[in-house]
T-cell receptor
């Protein structure tokens, strides 16, 4: 089944404790992206990657890191989480270079930073 | 100002009516537009995309794009309670960046 998976789905952590949210897709998509969703603010892009070893900042990259060592994986790293990073996070993937680039979303990770 | 704007709603329509959802965008470089539906706590799922001026129909859904006015809309005919969700409009730039509006919450009342 074609899908984007994220782990963990739910995470409660404390300020300053490094964490990684994994994202994996099995559709051989070149493009992958991370979003956060907050009430009233919609989906905001954190980082995106157009291919292996190519990453770039989105609208709200501060406090986050990503890596793209393999095509299928795009982990999101919070080196020192803070309470303002409490949010619902979505990973998404899509093929590259087509007009109808539908983005396929993972199930979401609900992060709470205390 | 956000690049993609939507009225947050809620938009309330009776069952069987036409729901009209609207979206404006500021980036004239945006080439394609997408409507996603998102149920509470779930991930967005694509309903339709449109990249040519005019109308595009798919079942009960019709997307409309007017590039001169920088306006995108989604019409849902014969609205059902199961259509109650938040609808996200998104524009795709030439750099393959997808910019989302804040979403419109639709409520279809039986």
């Amino acid at each position: 089944e074609a899908q984007v998976t994220q782990n963990p789905r739910y995470l409660i952590t404390v300020t300053g404790k490094k964490l990684t949210v994994t994202c994996s897709q099995n559709m051989n998509h070149e493009y992958m992206s991370w979003y956060r969703q907050d009430p009233g603010l919609g989906l905001r892009q954190i980082y995106y990657s157009m291919n292996v070893e190519v990453t770039d900042k989105g609208d709200v990259p501060e406090g986050y890191k990503v890596s793209r060592k393999e095509k299928r994986n795009f982990p999101l790293i919070l080196e020192s989480p803070s309470p303002n990073q409490t949010s619902l996070y979505f990973c998404a993937s899509s093929p590259w270079g087509k007009t109808n680039n539908e983005q396929f979303f993972g199930p979401g990770t609900r992060l709470t930073v205390l | 100002q956000k690049e993609v704007e939507q009225n947050s709603g809620p938009l309330s329509v009776p069952e069987g009516a036409i729901a009209s959802l609207n979206c404006t965008y500021s980036d004239r470089g945006s080439q394609s537009f997408f409507w996603y539906r998102q149920y509470s706590g779930k991930s967005p799922e694509l309903i339709m995309f449109i990249y040519s001026n005019g109308d595009k129909e798919d079942g009960r859904f019709t997307a409309q794009l007017n590039k001169a006015s920088q306006y995108v809309s989604l019409l849902i005919r014969d609205s059902q309670p199961s259509d109650s969700a938040t609808y996200l409009c998104a524009g795709l730039t030439a750099g393959n960046m997808l910019t989302f509006g804040g979403g419109t919450r639709l409520m279809v009342k039986p």
